[in-house]
């Protein structure tokens, strides 16, 4: 679903810290456990039912869209959650979109529109990547507008009108001078374009206004199809993501913006972009730390693609390089993370092919690029991955300016490279900088610390992310396909969002896939939608959010099917299972938040990217044929814990289990009370056994 279907790019559209975290808290807290809905009802069906219903479905929070975007709509929507014990993280269109208005104001004539007479106008779009045309505004005589008579005005490709792009129709009377027709259509840049003013019936609407000669420079107005000396009076709304050709919001918005929600007692925090690209990350980072300034309270939440976006999406397919040679050392300023007191090893991407023998390359870290004092250095010969890890095992300051420099010893051809780094004028990491024999450049190199991971992959682009040190990490991935299956690269995903989550210290959430989008997604069922909580909760989630709660109108290329909420307003049968599920997984939720994953295990058929289960681990299946997932956590005070969760999503299971001796007793965490409950574990033999639904999982004691 891309972009959360481009979140309508034209249509413009807690953290609660367990043991692994190292983040703060903040306020409010989501309790017992972080459970979300994105597509909220819209502003029109933003009222106290509606917002029952979500807290009524067991949901805590709100991922805020569906054009909730502006003072009015958020102010209406923080009031009804505050009345219903629900947060919001307020989707404020001026920190994910740019406007301009491309307009026509000069007057003088007019001519009437009818429907053996249609009136149209050329005009060219800015320059830029992804501008979308939302609306159209005219000037048109509402004296003379009859009642029932409708004006359809339609966008076209040209005035041959080879291709209808985009159409909205305003039925009289109108209580305007200045109608304004939607039409939410993706334009190219600095490109002609036309659209067409027509009406159902054979009486003139008008005055239509134009100028009384062609004062538009690029475009005039058209009477029946014939080109005029002259323009009509228009104002072209346009619209582009905030972050496109290196844009970001403005301070002087974001400070506004924090202003204006940070006293709401129901604001979780800021809905602040949807599946950035590595480009724009730098950029939201100076969004979320304007944010924080004025208001350090709240969250900021920022949501990344899945892996199976591709390289574009991603902008992992934008880089140069640099060769490094005896006398042209590479180097790069970068600051340390907060709480950050050691690094063990760095990365560089290099390419190993132009490495020959005899060559060394040798990273010292400094603790300026001033080199006043050398840290730690290490020296690697005959690389076997272009990825090297440089060991440096330095003690460090968190959040410090550090400065690491790589040099040649002046063997073999005296030249390894490429050395990758961002093109000119990228920006990969904030507080930083490259360098080439010793002077900066507007680029940063690639580099990872305390990480060994490919270059280029999806886990480059997520560790990307986790640099920037966000509140939570926040991740889509909707795992069943119209075909009937399910995705082969949805645990990879998990995987690599837990390691991320993991090395960062902060918490991560999970979509929830609960719609359908024709010839791509099926509606998941009920045992379907039980399992992704449960596996998603089994690899460490400490938080969800179900995608989507209203069901969306067809956007960008995407027609939308059965989500919680149907486009009636009426609830999907979907409502009462997620509100069953979402019920069992608050009572685990105090414990749930107190876990820290140690590792995840499959059974029964291992999938791309996972780990089987042991055969030393200390909890076994009877019968390794069943398919199950394992994820295994431990508390603060060491205890483990065991989530077992059923793979099959069409049968239940009966499932035994011998577990190692030595402990005293195997309870389940009760999805009816949240207390551990007994079970029929056997100390003597290890022996256990249970009963699964289908997808389901539960969470054991062991003591």
């Known amino acids: 679903m891309r972009s959360k279907f481009i979140m309508s790019l034209l249509a413009v559209a807690l953290l609660s810290v367990g043991s692994s975290g190292i983040g703060m808290a903040y306020s409010p807290a989501i309790q017992p456990f972080p459970i979300g809905i994105f597509w909220p009802p819209s502003p029109a069906d933003t009222t106290n039912a509606n917002y029952a219903d979500i807290a009524g479905m067991n949901a805590n929070f709100i991922v805020g869209g569906n054009g909730v975007s502006d003072y009015a709509s958020n102010d209406a929507a923080l009031g009804y959650a505050a009345a219903h014990g629900l947060t919001l993280l307020a989707d404020d269109s001026r920190l994910a979109w740019r406007s301009m208005t491309v307009d026509q104001h000069a007057t003088g004539h ?229 709480g950050q007191t050691y690094i063990e090893t760095v990365q560089w991407w290099i390419d190993k092919n132009t490495w020959g023998a005899g060559e060394a390359l040798t990273l010292s870290l400094w603790d300026s690029s001033a080199k006043s004092s050398l840290i730690a250095k290490h020296t690697l010969n005959s690389p076997t991955t272009e990825w090297p890890q440089f060991q440096l095992n330095a003690q460090v300051s968190g959040n410090t300016e550090y400065y690491m420099e790589l040099t040649h010893n002046g063997c073999g051809n005296n030249s390894v490279g490429w050395v990758v780094r961002a093109n000119t004028g990228d920006d990969w990491y904030n507080d930083g900088s490259a360098y080439i024999a010793g002077n900066a450049i507007d680029a940063d190199f690639w580099f990872t610390l305390n990480q060994n991971i490919v270059g280029g992959s999806y886990e480059d682009y997520v560790y990307r992310w986790m640099y920037t040190e966000p509140d939570v990490l926040v991740f889509d991935h909707y795992p069943y396909l119209a075909n009937g299956t399910l995705r082969s690269d949805y645990y990879a995903n998990l995987e690599v969002i837990r390691r991320q989550a993991d090395l960062g210290g902060v918490n991560f959430w999970s979509y929830i896939q609960s719609v359908g989008v024709n010839g791509a997604w099926r509606v998941p069922s009920e045992s379907e939608m039980r399992y992704q909580v449960y596996s998603n909760l089994a690899y460490g989630a400490k938080g969800y959010i179900y995608f989507t709660y209203w069901t969306p109108a067809s956007s960008g290329g995407e027609s939308f099917n059965n989500g919680i909420i149907l486009p009636d307003g009426t609830k999907n049968s979907s409502y009462t299972w997620a509100q069953q599920l979402n019920a069992d997984v608050m009572n685990l939720g105090d414990t749930l938040l107190g876990l820290h994953s140690e590792a995840v295990y499959h059974a029964g058929g291992i999938p791309a990217a996972a780990t089987a289960l ?12 069943i398919p199950l997932l394992l994820g295994y956590f431990q508390d603060d005070a060491g205890n483990d814990y065991c989530l077992v969760v059923n793979k099959n999503t069409s049968q239940s299971q009966h499932m035994a289990f011998t577990i190692a001796t030595g402990y005293a007793s195997v309870q389940e965490i009760s999805k009816a009370t949240g207390q551990p409950a007994s079970t029929n574990y056997d100390a003597g033999t290890g022996s256990m056994s249970t009963n699964f639904q289908p997808g389901e999982g539960k969470l054991f004691l062991l003591q």
Request: hydrophobic letters at 35%; zero cysteines.
């Open 110 to 338: 007019g001519l009437f529109v009818s429907s053996s007479v249609t009136l149209g106008q050329t005009f060219k779009t800015p320059q830029g990547t992804g501008w979308g045309l939302n609306t159209i505004t005219m000037y048109i005589d509402k004296l003379n507008w009859p009642a029932g008579t409708a004006l359809t005005l339609t966008l076209y490709d040209s005035p041959s009108k080879q291709s209808v792009l985009a159409s909205d129709t305003i039925t009289g009377p109108v209580p305007t001078y200045n109608p304004t027709f939607q039409l939410h259509a993706p334009v190219s840049s600095d490109t002609s374009y036309y659209f067409e003013l027509s009406s159902d019936q054979p009486g003139g609407v008008g005055w239509v206004v134009t100028s009384s000669a062609d004062v538009y420079g690029d475009g005039r107005a058209y009477r029946a199809g014939v080109a005029q000396n002259t323009d009509f009076w228009f104002e072209l709304g346009f619209a582009q993501r905030a972050y496109n050709d290196g844009n970001q919001p403005g301070n002087s918005d974001i400070d506004q913006i924090a202003s204006h929600y940070r006293t709401h007692a129901a604001l979780q925090g800021y809905h602040v972009l949807d599946e950035p690209s590595v480009l724009q990350m730098t950029m939201i980072q100076d969004t979320i730390r304007r944010l924080k300034n004025g208001d350090p309270d709240h969250m900021s939440f920022v949501n990344l693609f899945p892996n199976y976006a591709s390289a574009s999406q991603l902008g992992l397919n934008q880089m140069t390089g640099e060769y490094v040679t005896s006398s042209v050392p590479l180097g790069q300023a970068f600051r340390t993370r907060h």
């Open 614 to 625: 042991p055969s030393s681990f200390f909890w076994q299946p009877d019968n390794s044929a």
